[in-house]
């Protein structure tokens, strides 16, 4: 096993180098077998993915989840199977095994209770079916499951990731508008977290679909800001990505000449080190500027070479076109005057792309070549069927661009010509009623003018008002809070002042009362005047550990010494050695410093739980969490026990009380029963980052 992974390191260090990878592989080098190489050569393949080497990835990725199993790190592991399906769904050479990866993956997410990585599981599986037409229904399904577990578990980076995935798909329906709303979603939280890895992805995507709706400026303002991020990053393949974008702005415009170079570039790049997925698009592509140039010869052999790795790469059990190669072997077939063979490439793709919405774009190209097929090879009908069916696609797709538009009326105009009088007459009525809405808008201008003159000294004046009784709101605030500490202060003095007369007094009374009682001489006591002395000993040894219990848990003194993890850490310790239900507590870093008001309440509150579950749950064991997330300062207190009753919470003094103390700190209390059986509480309450 070792001797293997050297020998993956021996083989990176063939590849071109890279500051990133170079650091990387250093670290290695000095890691022990923990956690922490498990994350570093997850690091690894990620920017050797990005560089294009796949194998070298895969083989890390493998190492990588090896060790994680050794060292039983199970986020590792789930992560290493993760990227390991990821990377499968540009190839679909074996997709049996990615499937597979993420089975295991899921079941262990779902052991260790990680609604992250189970969302992440459901991402990867959807990425795997958004190129297979028949599983396109599921990858919906599966993104929008994804997405609710992102949003469960707060986390922003990775719903950032399901909102990339989404758009994408509704990018391929040729739903721009949806799809730019979730881009710049997904943009946002990115930019807020400093998500560089997502924005790389993000950006780009951002920018192909602005060149989409021919918004070029907004198109390479995007580029450009992933250009920075793709060189922060070193990361190849997003520079390669951007080249074909720009190649793409070129062709727009028309400048064929200077796109074709850009592009054959990008065919070298990814055929040294070997990315067919990408490969196949960059031949595709190349052959529909060489249409463009009326060089058929090599437009129809760069489409094959398309056709050829792409079908090279995908498994055979995925029966799937290349529509970059199809859509350009009817173009080519059309202009070669091949019309049999232009109407017969545009069916098998049609075929294919009848009732996905992802694929609307190429269906619409497919309709348009049949259109154009059969009306040269003298099918009127047919050609007209098609032409309106084109007319409607494209008007569908394209809403507001006027050039494609154009481009529509123009297929259309041999069939309506008889129309063309008819429509010259529409045009000059709505030209003379535009002149007269014109005119009206002008008149309504010029008086919202004089409105929003006078809106805007009210609002002037609204705006002076607000800032005022904003001023006083902080100064309202500012008492507030001192009144606040002042009063916590009191009560610690309070709950001290009285936690100590309870233990040097009141306990002290007790202790020597039991003391008297114990001193009785029983010699001449019959069996029930001994039993009942024995009763009363008990009892007051009961009283006795009472009082101290009330009063160490009024003022704990460790708790207001060291913060509520070490107060926790003696009360789990003090609960296990006492009682049959074991107790667990983990305390994450963010939430380690806690103290103060918000300590005492969220230790009254464990105590509250904690009493319940001793005297109701009947559980073998509990665990307690506490954790700081984005503001958020989380407990959760489970149990394996009977669990509640008809799903019904008794509105008791204890859990009154438990309100009560949220409701002094602003926080949220939630009460379920497990799936796995047992009680689960979650109690959230906002605190400073």
Known sequence: MRYLFFLCL???????????????????????????????????????????????ARQTLMQAR??????????GEIRARLALARIEADYLSDTKSAHAQLDTALKMATAIHDLSLEGQVYLRRAQL??????????????????????QQAHDQKWEAQAYNEMAIMKMGEGNYVAAINLWLNARRLQEKIQDWKGLRSTLPNLGAVYIKLNRYDEAMACFTEAKVVAQRLNDQMVQHFLTGRQAEILERKKQYTKALPLMIGLVKAYSDPYQPASLARAYGITGRLYIELKQYDKALDYSRLAQATYRKTVEDTQDVVEHNAQSNFGKIYLALKQY??????????????????????????????????????????????????????????????????????????????????????????????????NDKLEQLRNFLIALLVAAAGILGYVFWSNRQLKVKNEELSQKNAEIEAALYRGQTIERKRVASELHDSVAAKVSALKWRFEAFDTDSFDEQQLREHNRLLDHLGEVYDDIRAISHNLMPEILEKQGLQAALIKLTDTLNVQNRTKFQLAVEESGEDVRGKTAYE??????????????HAKARQADITLARQNGILALTVQDDGQGIVSGKVRNGIGLQNIQSRLERLGGTCQIANREQGGTQVNVQIPVAA
């Open 10 to 56: 021996n083989c990176m260090m063939a590849v071109a180098q890279n500051p990133i990878i170079d650091s990387l592989k250093t670290q290695l080098t000095k890691l022990p077998a923990d956690s922490n190489r498990v994350k570093t050569m997850h690091e690894l393949a990620t920017n050797l993915w990005w560089n294009g080497y796949d194998s070298l």
């Open 66 to 75: 090896q060790v994680a199993r050794k060292v039983a790190y199970k986020p």
């Open 129 to 150: 079916y958004e190129n297979i037409m028949d599983k396109l229904p599921q990858a919906r399904t599966l993104l929008e499951q994804s997405l609710k577990k992102f």
């Open 340 to 437: 049999d063979k232009a109407a017969a490439s545009a069916k098998v793709g049609l075929d294919w792309t009848k009732g996905v919405k992802e694929m609307r774009p190429e269906r619409t190209e497919y309709i348009r070549q049949l259109a154009e097929a059969y009306d040269h090879l003298g099918q009127p009908a047919k050609a007209l069927t098609y032409y309106k069916w084109y007319k409607a696609e494209a008007d569908t797709m394209l809403n507001e661009e006027a050039m494609q538009k154009a481009t529509v009326a123009s297929m259309t105009y041999e069939f309506e010509k008889k129309q063309q009088g008819v429509r010259l007459k529409q045009a000059q009525q709505e030209a003379r009623i535009q002149s007269l809405e």
């Open 602 to 615: 969220l230790y009254a509150i464990t105590l509250e739980l904690v009493n319940n579950i001793l005297k």
